[in-house]
């Protein structure tokens, strides 16, 4: 639930930015279908959209998003905005509808692709999210790669595909260092393939960003002792104790 929303945020964190960012008289554009001038009808719904779903004023957001595709119903970051805001209501048959039309109106879109490759992701569709999230790679560019590699490390890791995972998590942490979700995951891989060391590096890069939950705990624990530091052992298992009494 935690990993959902936090793809829901950050899924629309960047829908947010592609609305705000039109400003200064520049256009949103995909292709010849998707000009659209910042101070029009239809992106003027569009900021509005967005600003409601941040309020979770869900239900005026989409009278604003379907506006919005009232004055033009091929703008794919209209498609998308509703979309979103079906997935948080969990109207899915909605979200994916308008997600299929936002793809199909701006194909070569990142934040477009990115969007829908969350959405196939949270949806149990891995495989093809990922290839969602490696057609938003290609863009180079995309402000953001290591947000859409973390999100395909994290699609891969729900499929079984720990090695693949692996490689997209490194490349999210060789842009940010500092990204929670990625850290956790590279304890998980490193503690499963008996890299103990590694997995210690990043249990520690992680607690300076956030507390462990009990399952870190469980494997930091286990870490410690494989790695026979008794003392560090204790610390985690007192730490995983204290949790469950709270």
């Known amino acids: ?64 998003f379907k506006r919005a595709l009232s004055h033009n119903r091929r703008l794919a970051i209209a498609h998308s905005g509703i979309a979103t805001v079906y997935n948080a209501m969990n109207a899915q048959v909605d979200a994916a509808r308008h997600y299929k039309l936002s793809v199909k109106h701006a194909p070569n879109d990142p934040v477009i692709l990115n969007n829908y490759g969350t959405f196939l992701c949270q949806t149990g569709e891995y495989l093809e999210a990922v290839e969602y999230y490696k057609k938003t790679l290609a863009n180079p560019f995309y402000k953001t790669p290591e947000t859409a590699h973390e999100n395909a490390g994290v699609c891969l890791m729900k499929a079984g595909e720990h090695e693949s995972a692996e490689t997209h998590f490194r490349k999210a942490l060789a842009k940010n260092p500092n990204m929670p979700i990625s850290l956790y995951n590279m304890v998980i891989i490193s503690a499963g393939k008996g890299e103990s060391m590694k997995a210690r590096a990043f249990i520690q890069r992680l607690e300076g960003l956030t507390q462990l939950d009990e399952k870190l705990l469980k494997v930091a624990y286990q870490v410690e002792k494989k790695m026979g530091n008794d003392r560090a052992a204790k610390h985690y298992l007192a730490q995983l104790k204290r949790m469950k009494k709270s």
Do not use: H, T, W
């Open 1 to 64: 639930m935690i990993v959902r929303l936090i793809c829901l945020s950050v899924c629309f964190a960047l829908l947010v930015g592609c609305a705000q960012n039109s400003g200064g008289g520049r256009k949103y554009q995909e292709k010849d279908s998707q000009i659209e001038p910042d101070n029009s009808p239809a992106m003027l719904n569009v900021k509005m959209g967005v600003a409601y779903f941040a309020r979770k004023d869900y239900e005026v957001a989409i009278e604003k």
